[in-house]
C-alpha cells in the first residue's frame, strides 16, 4: 500500500527557534497533502491543506505565519513551526492522498513529537 | 458544530465479548464515513469505509442513515484489538474526525 513518511520523528528545540517537518509520500505523488495535530489520547486536529504548486489553505483558528507550509513537489510538503513556543509541543501527523485511487483514502504518516523548551 | 461524535472516550470489555464503539454524524446528503485504527505506538490506519462494506479484523460497520449512525461491530474482542479508534467522515474532500474512543481488551 501507500506509504507517507515524516522526518524527523521527534524534535526538542528551545523556545524561538523554528523547526521544520517533513512529509514524504513515498510510492506515490500526492497532489494533496494534509497537516493534522494531535494531543495525547485526543483526536487529530486538521490544521491546514497542503497543495502542490499552491497555497496552503488553513483551518479556522491556525496562524498561517506561524504554521508555514511549503509543498513544493508531488512528493513533498514541509510544515516549518515559527518561533516555537512551548504551547506548540505537540504531536504533528502529516497524510497524503493518492490522487489515481480516486477515492478520498488518506495515508498517514507516522507523526513527529514536538517537544519546545 | 461538531459533525463527528463519538460518546465514548473509554470502552474496556474482557477477551471475547462483543464489541461495539458508537459513531454518530451530522451530515446533509450521503455521507462518506470511515473508521480509522491507531494501535499503540504506531501510525493512524484505515481500518474500513462505509462504501465497500466489508469486514477487516472481524470487524464490520453499517451506516444507519435514519439513526445518522455508523457503530463499529465486532462479535468477539481480541487482546490485540486494543487501540484507538476513530471515526471519520469526509465532508469538502477533507477528513473530519471524532474525538476517538480507546478500546481496551482484557484477557
Known amino acids: 500500500g501507500a506509504v507517507v513518511s515524516q522526518h524527523p520523528s521527534w524534535v526538542i528545540c528551545k523556545s524561538g527557534t523554528s523547526v521544520k517537518i517533513e512529509c514524504r509520500s513515498l510510492?506515490?505523488?500526492?497532489?494533496?497533502m494534509f497537516w493534522y495535530r494531535q494531543f495525547p489520547k485526543q483526536s487529530l486536529m486538521l490544521m491546514a491543506t497542503?497543495?502542490?504548486?499552491?497555497?496552503?489553505?488553513?483551518e479556522q483558528g491556525v496562524e498561517k505565519d506561524k504554521f508555514l507550509i511549503n509543498h513544493a513537489s508531488l512528493t513533498l510538503s514541509t510544515l516549518t513551526v515559527t518561533s516555537a513556543h512551548p504551547e506548540d509541543s505537540s504531536f504533528y501527523i502529516c497524510?497524503?492522498?493518492?490522487?489515481?485511487?480516486?477515492?478520498?483514502?488518506?495515508?498517514f504518516g507516522p507523526g513527529t513529537r514536538l517537544t519546545v523548551t | 458544530a461538531q459533525r463527528v461524535t463519538q460518546p465514548e472516550k473509554l470502552l474496556s470489555v474482557f477477551k471475547g465479548a462483543p464489541v461495539e464503539l458508537k459513531c454518530n454524524y451530522s451530515?446533509?446528503?450521503?455521507?462518506?464515513l470511515f473508521w480509522y485504527v491507531q494501535y499503540s505506538r504506531q501510525r493512524l490506519q484505515l481500518l474500513l469505509r462505509?462504501?465497500s462494506r466489508e469486514s477487516i479484523k472481524g470487524f464490520t460497520a453499517d451506516l444507519n442513515k435514519g439513526e445518522t449512525s455508523f457503530h463499529l461491530k465486532k462479535p468477539f474482542a481480541q487482546e490485540e484489538d486494543s487501540a484507538m479508534y476513530y471515526c471519520?467522515?469526509?465532508?469538502?474532500?477533507?477528513?473530519?474526525f471524532g474525538q476517538g474512543t480507546e478500546l481496551s481488551v482484557k484477557p
Open positions: 497542503s497543495n502542490e504548486g499552491s497555497k496552503a489553505t488553513y
Open positions: 471519520a467522515l469526509i465532508e469538502g474532500g477533507k477528513l473530519i
Open positions: 462505509h462504501i
Open positions: 510510492d506515490f505523488q500526492a497532489t494533496t
Open positions: 451530515y446533509s446528503g450521503s455521507p462518506e
Open positions: 497524510s497524503a492522498r493518492d490522487p489515481i485511487s480516486g477515492s478520498y483514502e488518506q495515508y
